[in-house]
């Protein structure tokens, strides 16, 4: 309601427009939370490549160069997490430019790797910087 580009994006089949699953921005104050989750008969078939490069990353680009604030505070920081079994997840959090930093319990007790790439000023998150999200 306020004009930000936050929120869960829903994701859809190109062959049939069938709903496949979401990806999300969340903002925290001074960060961006990103996720996403497909159903799991899409797994391994490089959609979640392509949804981060095609349109997680480019958005997000836009969101920095234009100035939007996370929960009223400049954005400083990018971040993401992944259950440590969830191998594909942790690669492709790796290949959106995002380091590992530590692991811990989230969720009720759940374990998750968390992930971050601190946004530098002025930055933009250019999407051609980052490899080759496709091999993710």
Same mark, same amino acid.
């Given at each position: 309601?306020?004009? $930000?580009?936050?929120?869960? *994006?829903?994701?859809?089949? #190109?062959?049939?427009?069938? *709903?496949? !699953?979401?990806?999300?921005? +969340?903002?925290?104050?001074?960060?961006? @939370? %990103?996720?996403?989750?497909?159903?799991? $008969?899409?797994? /391994?078939? !490089?959609?979640?490549? &392509?949804?981060?490069?095609? *349109?997680?990353? =480019?958005?997000?680009? &836009?969101?920095? $160069?234009? /100035?939007?604030?996370? $929960? !009223? &505070?400049?954005?400083? =920081?990018? %971040?993401?997490?992944?259950?440590? @079994?969830?191998?594909?997840?942790? #690669?492709?959090? @790796?290949?959106?430019?995002?380091?590992? @930093?530590?692991?811990? &319990?989230?969720?009720?007790?759940?374990?998750?790797?968390?992930?971050?790439?601190? +946004?530098?000023?002025?930055?933009?998150?250019?999407?051609?910087?980052?490899?080759?999200?496709? #091999?993710?």
């Amino acid at each position: 309601d306020r004009g $930000e580009p936050y929120g869960l *994006f829903s994701v859809f089949s #190109k062959d049939d427009h069938t *709903f496949i !699953g979401q990806v999300d921005i +969340v903002p925290t104050p001074g960060a961006l @939370e %990103i996720g996403w989750i497909f159903f799991s $008969e899409y797994h /391994g078939h !490089g959609l979640g490549s &392509e949804v981060v490069s095609l *349109f997680l990353v =480019k958005l997000l680009d &836009e969101i920095i $160069e234009k /100035g939007f604030l996370a $929960e !009223g &505070e400049p954005i400083t =920081k990018v %971040i993401a997490t992944a259950h440590p @079994e969830n191998i594909a997840s942790n #690669k492709l959090i @790796e290949k959106a430019g995002l380091t590992f @930093e530590k692991s811990a &319990e989230r969720y009720g007790g759940n374990p998750r790797n968390w992930y971050a790439r601190t +946004v530098p000023q002025k930055h933009i998150w250019k999407a051609d910087q980052y490899h080759d999200l496709s #091999k993710a």
